[in-house]
């Protein structure tokens, strides 16, 4: 099986079915009906719809079957001796050979055409001819062994087959194991690449498992106990209300950090604040839906529980078997004494039944357990009185009447009681079914708010049942209902505030929940009274007076209890107030605040820990005792409070930020014994101001003569942004005092204005010296400045060639000083002279001609840097030009003149026209100096090659062979030489547009060209002689061979060796002449 998905479905299905592995019944399955059930199985893998049911559920289930089996069995050789005497009475066992082939005949017929046959796995090809096997053929017949024999016997075996169901589900489908798939994705299912690897994936694309019973009861276990315990109240209602339960938690624990560690708040800025809002209202979206699903669930539950006591009832008035209603006759006495106890059975039963449900109570204690509890009794009595008006039962009745038997009496005063307390359950179910709703938005509501609202509703409905209904229009039964939704208001509450943990959520969480819970208890009692009024108005209706101790005494506590929750989270909420990161910052003692803030929290562990419940009315006098603890605890943090700001603001590190605290107290809700102490500190405040004017004058004094001066700000606007950042220091903090006008008009108030006047007038007189100063120098030097030009040429030892000056923009820096300080000034909102302020304005211009002079200059420079002396001489009159134009930038243009853009538009030009014929000029010198290098690298003797046999060649062959190459050689460089002339012509062309090739101009060009000619063949010639001696010398191979002749008692050569030298000299002399 290649596919691994088919391979995971198989090893689920045997797994969950508890099928061997090794059995083939998956395979069996998908070769069934010629293979269409694999296709059904890939099209479920492969084109699965997410809108087609159909396609997206497989469910197998497995039959077993016994199977009858013909084979071979193996025998003894007494057994087989045994069968052979009941065939033929004369068998001969001692006849070996015949025996063997006999059996080998009659017992193994299939040994030849199976291999399986023999259990020692030899074929047919390893025996002989007479049966036995090969290796044995020489074996004695004593060593030989006794044929193996063999029985066809029938085997039983258990076959497993595979089923699926689809369109169609067999009726016994319920009393099966059966494996389901359901496709949780649509599309194809990607295979996998391992076993391993499906394991992991498969499960990402389907829900699987196994239906062991009747589905109406797995169905119901299986929402009621897993997908119900997922949606219940206790899990998820306070999601809305405590979305972030850790924040007030870690609050506390950063308030009790070391001294080093700092909290940081920082303020939610609008968008944050419109994300929350979208949050928390899309959350309380999918609480609703949450909550009325979970209504849904509920409902189908309970009609799943009605199906299911309908199709399995207690009680079944049934007639015993082969009971014949037509028998009963007053004559039959037998039969009408049978049919009496038939009907007393009945009786009983009723009876019996009857009493176990009027024996039952609601499971629960909320409204909806009383609902639940009338359903069951009407579904229950339903049931049963339906069955009293069977035909059977009636005929059984009648027969007996007419027999004037008792029985029917006694059975229809019983039917009678039934169908009363039927009736009343019939018509209960109908009324409270219109408060159900209403119930279960009491039971289940999403916040106390959603209840709130729900109580007026529901308070009118109940109106309405105590109305029209026939049976809760009493006292002793609808007490007892309004009692259960007050228990559900209160075990609501309960639920939701746990002192335990309350006080882990931020104050502000606190006071919401609480007072929603409170408002809700509270609406629940003015509901009620509201209501009564309007009866009693009416004059109609019975009034109610019902118990109101029953209704709301509990309901009241919990008020009362949800309302010192609140003062506590106030409280709290204004210790948090007071001591926030500011008051840390001013005062500089984070220690001392945080140790009250850890009293604060331990003070809270008494309400955590208290030893009692506060919401149960039997622990009210012990829930006094503990406020009364809190209460004493908290005035005496409060004195704690009062003594530690009182000693801080003595030594304040800031006074604006003091008196900014002590403005934000005034608006927060903060305890009004810490306020009262916090308006006392403004003196304090004010003195610390003073401080604060005073160390700011004596640090104006003392650098006041040397100011110091951020980087990259010039001098004079440099001391004046020094001086106006000294007095913002002091201003910002005298304009917050001033909003406090009653603070300023007291003795100290006025002696610190007065001060602070005078250290700004002097600050104020520093600021105007030093522009007045700088106004002055700048008046008298700037003209200068600005008639300077905005080139200059450099002095002569920065100079190399008269015909190439080297240029510099000539732009002093005081300029730049005097238009950076203008800029800063006017932004100080001085006024400034018409011509400076000009030159403020002109900073950017004077900026981008500086830029594009420097760009200019870039490319002269490069460019005359580039030419060799006989290129400038050949250039010389194109070099005066650009030099001509260049010294206007030197002589006639200042930087106040308006023909700045012409000027370098036109240097721009001749630069680049004279860039383009210098370029040109250095592409032809690339050309001739490769044609010379070609002459200098040339091979003047150039070895001929050995002859065809591999010898050398002799000597006066080698000799002419290098003649020869050597005159191909010098045509090939006449010919290149020869092309030098037209390229040398064509820059005359270029330069100077003639084509003469005699131009005087070029006389320095044309011998600079000579001079590298001559070069190129001394080097020719004398690295060729320089290659042809090293060769001689250190050579390690002949060059040619000679005829050497054997002239007793000498050896004579030919050519000897006076001709050879004479060949060399000849050579050598040959090469120079090229």
């Not at 000539?810 to 006024?831: C, G, I, K, S, V």
Request: net charge negative; hydrophobic share 35%; with cysteine.
């Amino acid at each position: 099986m290649d596919d691994l998905r088919f391979r995971w479905l198989k090893d689920s299905i045997y797994t969950i079915l508890n099928i061997n592995e090794v059995d083939p019944a998956f395979e069996d399955f998908l070769e069934g009906e010629d293979g269409a059930h694999e296709l059904m199985i890939a099209k479920f893998l492969n084109q699965a719809d997410s809108n087609v049911d159909d396609e997206n559920a497989l469910l197998f289930y497995k039959e077993v079957f016994e199977e009858l089996r013909e084979e071979q069995v193996e025998i003894t050789e007494e057994e087989w001796i045994e069968e052979q005497l009941a065939i033929n009475p004369d068998f001969d066992p001692n006849e070996e050979g015949t025996a063997t082939n006999i059996g080998s005949d009659e017992q193994q017929p299939s040994t030849v055409n199976d291999a399986a046959a023999a259990p020692n796995g030899t074929s047919d090809a390893e025996q002989t001819g007479d049966g036995t096997n090969g290796e044995d053929g020489n074996k004695t017949p004593e060593e030989k062994q006794k044929p193996k024999r063999f029985r066809n016997e029938l085997v039983k075996y258990l076959r497993t087959l595979l089923y699926t169901c689809r369109d169609f589900y067999p009726s016994n489908l319920s009393k099966k194991n059966c494996v389901y798939f359901l496709r949780t994705t649509s599309g194809t299912v990607h295979t996998p690449s391992s076993m391993e690897d499906a394991d992991k994936t498969m499960v990402k694309y389907f829900d699987y498992g196994l239906l062991n019973g009747h589905t109406l009861h797995l169905l119901a276990n299986t929402l009621n106990k897993v997908y119900n315990p997922l949606l219940t109240y206790q899990n998820d209602v306070e999601e809305p209300d405590a979305s972030e339960p850790q924040r007030a938690s870690s609050s506390k624990s950063g308030n009790k950090k070391d001294d080093s560690q700092t909290e940081k708040k920082p303020e939610e800025t609008e968008e944050e604040k419109r994300n929350e809002k979208r949050r928390q209202h899309e959350l309380e979206l999918r609480v609703i839906l949450r909550d009325e699903f979970l209504i849904q669930l509920q409902k189908f539950l309970n009609q799943i529980g009605l199906t299911l006591r309908q199709l399995e009832g207690e009680v079944r008035l049934e007639l015993p078997p082969q009971f014949d209603v037509t028998k009963l006759v007053r004559s039959n006495k037998d039969a009408i004494e049978h049919a009496e106890s038939v009907v007393y059975k009945w009786n009983g039963e009723i009876r019996e039944a009857l009493e176990r449900e009027l024996k039952k109570t609601p499971q629960t204690t909320g409204p909806l357990g009383e609902i639940d509890w009338w359903r069951e009794r009407n579904i229950s009595l339903s049931s049963l009185f339906e069955q009293t008006k069977q035909e059977h039962v009636e005929q059984v009745l009648e027969k007996l009447e007419l027999a004037e038997n008792a029985a029917p009496s006694s059975f229809r005063d019983t039917r009678t009681d039934l169908s009363k307390y039927y009736l009343e359950a019939k018509d209960n179910v109908k009324f409270l079914s219109t408060l159900e709703r209403h119930f279960k938005n009491v039971t289940h509501g999403a916040t106390f708010r959603v209840v709130t609202e729900t109580i007026p509703k529901m308070m009118s409905a109940l109106r309405m049942v105590w109305i029209i209904s026939r049976h809760y229009n009493r006292d002793e039964r609808m007490v007892p209902l309004m009692e259960r939704i007050a228990n559900q208001l209160c075990d609501r509450v309960a639920r939701s505030i746990n002192v335990r943990t309350l006080f882990s959520y931020q104050p502000s969480e606190i006071i919401e929940k609480c007072t929603e819970a409170k408002d809700m208890l509270e609406r629940w009692k003015q509901a009620y009274y509201d209501v009564r009024a309007e009866i009693e108005q009416s004059g109609r209706d019975s009034r109610w007076e019902f118990d109101n101790k029953r209704l709301f005494r509990l309901t009241d506590h919990m008020a009362i209890i949800c309302n010192d929750f609140i003062a506590i989270a106030k409280e709290l909420e204004q210790f948090y107030n007071i001591f926030t990161p500011e008051l840390k910052s001013v005062t500089g003692k984070p220690h001392k605040i945080n140790e009250i803030l850890d009293r604060v929290h331990k003070v809270l562990e008494l309400i955590e820990h208290a030893p009692c419940d506060p919401f149960r009315i039997e622990d009210l006098d012990k829930w006094k005792m503990v406020s009364a603890n809190y209460g004493q605890q908290i005035e005496e943090i409060d004195e704690q409070t009062k003594s530690f700001i009182s000693e801080s603001f003595k030594s304040l590190r800031s006074a604006e930020s003091a008196f900014d605290m002590l403005l934000k107290f005034e608006k927060n809700n903060t305890r009004m014994t810490i306020q009262d102490e916090m308006h006392k500190r403004f003196n304090d405040i004010l003195r610390q101001y003073d401080n604060e004017v005073t160390e700011i004058n004596s640090i104006f004094q003392h650098s006041k003569t040397n100011p110091p001066v951020n980087k990259n700000q010039p001098p004079f606007s440099g001391a004046i942004a020094w001086s106006r950042s000294l007095f913002r220091r002091i201003k910002h903090t005298m304009l917050r005092l001033h909003t406090k006008e009653a603070l300023m008009q007291t003795e100290l108030g006025k002696q610190i204005k007065s001060y602070y006047l005078r250290v700004a007038r002097e600050m104020k007189a520093f600021e105007d010296g030093k522009f007045n100063e700088w106004k002055l120098r700048t008046e008298q030097i700037l003209p200068t400045l600005q008639k300077r030009n905005v080139l200059r040429e450099l002095p002569f030892g920065e100079n190399d060639n008269p015909h190439t000056p080297r240029y510099a923009i000539d732009f002093d820096p005081l300029l730049n000083e005097m238009m950076t300080e203008a800029r800063y000034l006017e932004q100080f909102d001085y006024l400034l002279p018409e011509n400076i302020r000009h030159l403020a304005l002109s900073e950017e211009k004077m900026k981008l001609l500086s830029t594009q002079l420097k760009i200019v200059l870039k490319n002269y420079h490069r460019l005359v840097e580039s030419l060799e002396p006989h290129e400038q001489s050949l250039l010389e009159e194109n070099l005066r030009h650009l030099k001509r134009h260049m010294q206007t930038g030197t002589q006639r243009l200042p930087w106040t003149s308006t023909n700045h853009e012409k000027f370098i538009t036109v240097i721009s030009e001749l630069i680049s026209k004279l860039d383009s014929t210098i370029n040109q000029i250095k592409k032809n010198s690339q050309d001739i100096h490769v044609f010379l290098d070609e002459i200098r690298q040339c091979n003047l003797f150039r070895e001929p090659p050995p002859n065809v046999d591999g010898s050398l060649v002799h000597c006066k062959e080698y000799f002419e062979s290098v003649e020869n190459r050597r005159r191909q050689d010098a045509i090939e460089l006449q010919k290149k030489y020869k092309l030098i002339g037209p390229l040398i012509a064509k820059v005359e062309g270029l330069v100077f547009n003639t084509n003469t090739s005699q131009s005087p101009k070029m006389k320095v060009y044309y011998a600079y060209w000579e001079r590298q000619i001559l070069s190129a063949l001394s080097d020719l010639v004398m690295e060729n002689l320089k290659s042809l001696r090293d060769t001689l010398e250190h050579g390690s191979k002949p060059l040619f061979q000679v005829d050497a002749l054997l002239v007793v008692p000498n050896v004579a050569m030919q050519p000897n060796q006076n001709e050879i030298m004479k060949l060399f000299g000849q050579s050598m002399r040959d090469c120079v002449e090229v």
